[in-house]
T-cell receptor, first 113, second 109 residues
Framework: GAGVSQSPSNKVTEKGKDVELRCDPISGHTALYWYRQSLGQGLEFLIYFQGNSAPDKSGLPSDRFSAERTGGSVSTLTIQRTQQEDSAVYLC???????????FGPGTRLTVT | EDQVTQSPEALRLQEGESSSLNCSYTVSGLRGLFWYRQDPGKGPEFLFTLYSAGEEKEKERLKATLTKKESFLHITAPKPEDSATYLCAVQVAGTALIFGKGTTLSVSS
């Protein structure tokens, strides 16, 4: 596709419910990243996929967070038993090709009530 | 610990009033320094990548420079449409980007 897409754009969920956030990276990009942006805070790295290598999960805040990338393309970030502190904008970015650039999607705004 | 600090947190300019945003970093093994623009409710938009000290890049009214300890984003004769949050990030070997908290720029006409 022309850019990174994410869905849904907005998600409101009740505390304790599970949510899945989706990212479609730029076609052909081998690297995919998930970040979290809370109000007034910088972007916080969550997880990183590079090709067929094991993902770098060092940024995941707890074991309630997990992510997978199927077929080297689409990625899903899952948050189990959501808490109010999980409310944030979740951003996906992809990276690849000849240019040393990381392109971001529009984000998913998650609100946990 | 790898760290990126941006200053000022907020900057108000009059249209045409040139200024600079600062990004200082303490990292080991810098692979690249990135500048992004972020508008409210949107994902960051890529502006520049700088790889080595002394490098400069320009795009319209923006010019980014890099030294061994910091980067500057110079804004020449800004317009109201330049109002946004500007994010700086660094990449060290094998990791994702480490972002600063950003500088929110407001340009009034």
């Amino acid at each position: 596709g022309a850019g990174v897409s994410q869905s849904p754009s907005n998600k409101v969920t009740e505390k304790g419910k599970d949510v899945e956030l989706r990212c479609d990276p730029i076609s052909g990009h081998t690297a995919l990243y998930w970040y979290r942006q809370s109000l007034g805070q910088g972007l916080e790295f969550l997880i990183y996929f590079q090709g067929n290598s094991a993902p770098d999960k060092s940024g995941l805040p707890s074991d309630r967070f997990s992510a997978e990338r199927t077929g080297g393309s689409v990625s899903t970030l899952t948050i189990q038993r959501t808490q109010q502190e999980d409310s944030a904008v979740y951003l996906c970015a992809s990276w690849g090709g000849d240019h040393y650039e990381q392109y971001f999607g529009p984000g998913t705004r998650l609100t946990v009530t | 610990e790898d760290q990126v600090t941006q200053s000022p947190e907020a900057l108000r300019l009059q249209e045409g009033e040139s200024s600079s945003l600062n990004c200082s970093y303490t990292v080991s093994g810098l692979r690249g320094l990135f500048w992004y623009r972020q508008d409210p409710g949107k994902g960051p938009e890529f502006l520049f990548t700088l790889y080595s000290a002394g490098e400069e890049k320009e795009k319209e009214r923006l010019k980014a420079t890099l030294t061994k300890k910091e980067s500057f984003l110079h804004i020449t004769a800004p317009k109201p449409e330049d109002s946004a949050t500007y994010l700086c990030a660094v990449q060290v070997a094998g990791t994702a980007l480490i972002f600063g908290k950003g500088t929110t720029l407001s340009v009034s006409s």
